[in-house]
């Protein structure tokens, strides 16, 4: 059984294991005709606490396990819920060291709406079959690195107005790096430091640079010198993944046509 953490438990980890129970026979364990066997009863009873809902990976376990008025559990199994199990199956090695079993391609399928979210938003066509775990970890990575910008952008974007009244530049589309650069060429105009060409226009450049000094006691440069750290370590960071998952992306298309061409081969064969 797993749950969210509490306060004791540290901040990055989402979920984490209380009990671990090896069931040999699952269609014993849990079934419509005799419910839940004793150990697994059990469970819920321990850990559940009152009013709190049991998070299960399908439909019909949370019919069993709420037709038992003595246990007196009341699940939840949604879209959410769905999407937490499949990360959970795919960690499960991680989650849960005890467990030996290794997925089947089945219980990997079909692939998470938030991997498939963040695969589409960087152009990656990947069909379930072709997910593996590193195109996983990747796609985590790059969500991670999102929520840095997503951390940022708030505040940054605070600065429109006064890029907007001092430089006349509409800062409204900016990516979080591109502000967090413009503020640090602001706040320290002196220091030499790489600019990609495209990021800025000339003209973009040129009034950020003409108009620094304007900017004096609207900024404070200790926290834009801290930002653009940060960001510029998750630019870097998802540039390089995004190198890594074009190279899994292709590694998996190029498996997926030598197993289709295998298919073909030996189906003509049988003929």
Known sequence: MLRPPGPRQRRGEVIWLKQFLEVEDKSAAINRTTGLDKQ?????????????KLAVGSHEYKEIIEADKELGVTCLFDNS???????????IRILVPQEQKALT???RLPMSKGLEMILHRYGFDVKPEMVNDDIVETACFLYDIELVEKKHSRSLHMLDIDIKEISGLDSSEWR??????????ICYPEEDFEIPPEMFSSVELLKIKKDADKYKNRV????????????????????????????????AHEAAK???QATEGYAMEEA
Not at 40 to 52: F, S, T
């Open 176 to 185: 979080p790096m591109k502000l967090a650069t413009a503020m640090k060429k």
């Open 258 to 260: 030598r197993l289709t």
């Open 40 to 52: 697994l009863k059990d469970m819920p009873k321990i850990w559940c606490r009152p009013k709190e």
């Open 81 to 91: 819920v769905m999407e937490a199990m499949w990360g959970v199956k795919n960690l």
């Open 105 to 107: 391609m089945e219980e």
């Open 220 to 251: 404070n440069s200790y926290s834009v010198s801290e930002v653009y750290t940060e960001l510029g370590r998750a630019y870097r960071d998802k540039e390089e993944n995004l190198r890594y998952m074009h190279a899994l992306v292709k590694a």
